[in-house]
């Protein structure tokens, strides 16, 4: 399984919420931090990258650009 970026969000809690949500449409997600916000001192704070499988990326693309989760549609993947 080949995974593709789908999408850079602010924290957390909104990474978690995109993930449920596309889990609930059978999309398995994987959440990372940013390189660069791989710190253990920061805690659970900072933005998050989502990955999803190359083979779900257009149907995760297009459920997400539906749904009001991600308020800045410029925040994903191509």
Not at 28 to 41: A, G, L, S
Not at 50 to 75: C, G, P, Q
């Amino acid at each position: 399984m080949k995974l593709k970026k789908l999408v850079t969000v602010d924290s957390l809690f909104t990474a978690e919420l995109i993930e449920k949500f596309l889990e609930e449409q059978g999309i398995p997600v994987v959440i990372k931090r940013p390189d660069m916000f791989d710190n253990p001192y920061l805690g659970s704070t900072g933005p998050r990258e989502l990955y999803v499988n190359e083979l779900d990326f257009e149907t995760a693309k297009k459920l997400l650009e539906k749904s009001k989760i991600v308020e800045n549609r410029d925040n994903l993947e191509e």
